[in-house]
C-alpha cells in the first residue's frame, strides 16, 4: 500500500502576482513521479479495490490523457492489467502505423494495452456506462471499469482527504480553495471534505462548461454526500478551450515558473493561476483573504499540449 499513502506538501507563495492576499499551493503534482496529483487521489481508493479483487483496469481518455497515464503507472506498480480505449483512430498509411506520441508511448511501456475508439464510440462510452463492455471479452466481472478521468464515487473519497492535509498544516481552513476543472470530480471531492465550509472557486479548463456546476452535485450525490453549494465555477478564463492557450497565458505560465521554480502547465493548473492573479488584480477577492490554490499535476502532458485539440 506504499503506493497510497502518500501527502504532498502545502507551500507559501509571496509574489506580486497576487497581490494583497495569504497564497499556498497544495503541491499534489509532488505526490508521485508518475502517479501524480488529482488523479493520484481520484485512483486511490479504485486501486484499494482493486487490489483485493485483481481485475483488469479499463478506462479511457484522449491521446495526451494524463488519467491514462497515471492509470498506466499505477497498474504496473500493483502489478495489475490495464487496457486505454483511446479516443481517436492511431494514424496509419501506407506504410504501416505511425508512431505513438509520448504520453501513448509511456502507457505502452507500462503494459498498458491501448485499443483506439472512433470519436462515436468515444461519445458513447461518456453517454452508456455499459459501452466499455464490447471492447473486453465476455467475462466483465473479471473487469474493473473506471469513466473518463476516473471520475467516479470512490474517486470523491480520495479528493476529500486533501482538505485534512490542509487542515493539519494551516491549524485550520483557508477562506478559498482554488482548482482547475476538467471533469469536476477533483472540485466535488474538494467539496465533500470540506463539508459545507468556506467556499472553492473552479476554473473550467473547457469551453461551454455550464454543465459543469450540475455534474458537480451529482457526483456529490453518486458518493453519498449533499449537493454543497459553497462553490462557483468561472466559465472565462479557458482561453479558447481544452488544451488552447494565449500568449499571454504562456508568457504567465513561463514568468511564474521562473520566479517560483514550481513548474506549471498551460492546460489545467496555469490557467487556474492566471486566473488567480485577474482576481487579485481587479480587486474581486477580499484583501487578506487566505487561499490554497491546488496545483492538480498532469505536468506529463507539456509533452503535447500544443497537439492538443480536444483531448484529455
Known amino acids: 500500500m506504499t503506493l497510497l499513502s502518500f501527502s504532498s506538501p502545502l507551500q507559501p507563495i509571496v509574489s506580486t502576482f497576487f ?16 502517479v501524480s ?13 482493486a487490489e483485493e479483487r485483481r481485475p483488469t ?18 497498474a504496473q506498480l500493483l502489478d495489475l492489467n490495464s487496457i486505454g480505449l483511446v479516443r481517436g483512430l492511431r494514424p496509419s498509411s501506407y506504410v504501416g502505423q505511425m508512431p505513438l506520441n509520448a504520453t501513448l508511448q509511456d502507457c505502452q511501456s507500462a503494459g498498458m494495452q491501448l485499443q483506439f475508439v472512433s470519436r462515436e464510440d468515444y461519445r458513447l462510452l461518456r453517454e452508456d456506462k455499459n459501452a466499455w463492455q464490447r471492447w473486453v471479452a465476455k467475462d466483465h466481472d473479471n ?17 476529500a482527504e486533501l482538505i485534512e492535509e490542509i487542515r493539519l498544516a494551516l491549524n485550520g481552513l483557508p477562506d478559498t480553495i482554488m482548482l482547475a476543472c476538467g471533469t469536476g470530480a477533483t472540485l466535488a471531492g474538494v467539496l465533500a471534505g470540506l463539508g459545507g465550509q468556506g467556499r472553492v472557486i473552479g476554473i473550467a479548463a473547457v469551453s ?45 505560465c513561463a514568468q511564474f515558473s521562473h520566479a517560483t521554480q514550481i ?10 493561476l492566471y486566473a488567480l492573479r485577474d482576481l487579485c488584480k481587479t480587486g474581486r477577492l477580499a484583501k487578506g483573504e487566505q487561499m490554497v490554490a491546488i496545483h492538480t499535476g498532469g505536468l506529463q502532458g507539456l509533452r503535447g499540449f500544443q497537439s492538443f485539440s480536444a483531448d484529455q
Open 263 to 272: 513548474p506549471i502547465e498551460p492546460v489545467y493548473t496555469g490557467k487556474m
Open 143 to 159: 473487469y474493473l471499469w473506471l469513466p473518463e478521468g476516473g471520475s467516479n464515487a470512490l474517486a470523491i473519497k480520495g479528493v
Open 57 to 74: 483496469l479499463i478506462s479511457m481518455g484522449g491521446a495526451w490523457s494524463n488519467h491514462l497515464h497515471a492509470l498506466a503507472h499505477a
Open 208 to 252: 461551454n462548461a455550464d454543465y459543469l456546476r450540475q455534474q458537480v452535485q451529482q457526483l456529490l450525490l453518486e458518493a453519498g454526500y449533499p449537493a454543497y453549494q459553497n462553490f462557483d465555477i468561472l466559465l472565462d478564463f479557458t482561453h479558447g478551450g481544452f488544451a488552447k492557450t494565449t500568449p499571454a497565458l504562456l508568457e504567465f
Open 37 to 49: 496529483g488529482n488523479k493520484f487521489r481520484k485512483l486511490k481508493y479504485n486501486l484499494m479495490l
Open 19 to 34: 497581490p494583497d492576499i495569504h497564497l499556498w499551493i497544495k503541491r499534489d503534482d509532488l505526490l508521485h513521479p508518475s
